[in-house]
Nanobody
């Protein structure tokens, strides 16, 4: 029932930064998990950053120290701050959510609601 809409993707040179946003509508639960996933051509969709309503966060090893997931409850918005971007970060990025659960997860099978995706391209 929740609706997610991403924005903020674009093209950037290696070493640059981008901030992705995901607005969630029709959200009424105080228990949830949310995450950012990405998928490059020919590859599986992988979890890159996640958080839960318990305040727990998780990151893929490939982005630790470079990406930060956060939220603004007043604006119903999830963010992904991406710094020190690398060409291998190039992918479609998706936000995802699962309500009535507050355990953090980077497994795509643990998510029910998905945004349409926003493209991130990092050039060298």
């Amino acid at each position: 029932q929740a609706q997610l809409v991403e924005s903020g993707g674009g093209s950037v040179q290696a070493g640059g930064s981008l901030r992705l946003s995901c607005v969630i509508s029709r959200y009424t639960s105080s228990r949830y998990r949310m995450a950012w996933f990405r998928q490059a051509p020919g590859k599986e969709r992988e979890g890159v950053a996640a958080l839960s309503s318990r305040g727990t966060t998780a990151y893929a090893d490939s982005v630790k120290g470079r990406f930060t997931i956060s939220q603004d409850n007043a604006k119903n918005t999830l963010y992904l701050q991406m710094n020190s971007l690398k060409p291998e970060d190039t992918a479609m990025y998706y936000c995802a959510a699962y309500l009535l659960n507050w355990d953090v997860s980077l497994d795509r099978n643990d998510y029910r609601y998905w945004g349409q995706g926003t493209q991130v391209t990092v050039s060298s």
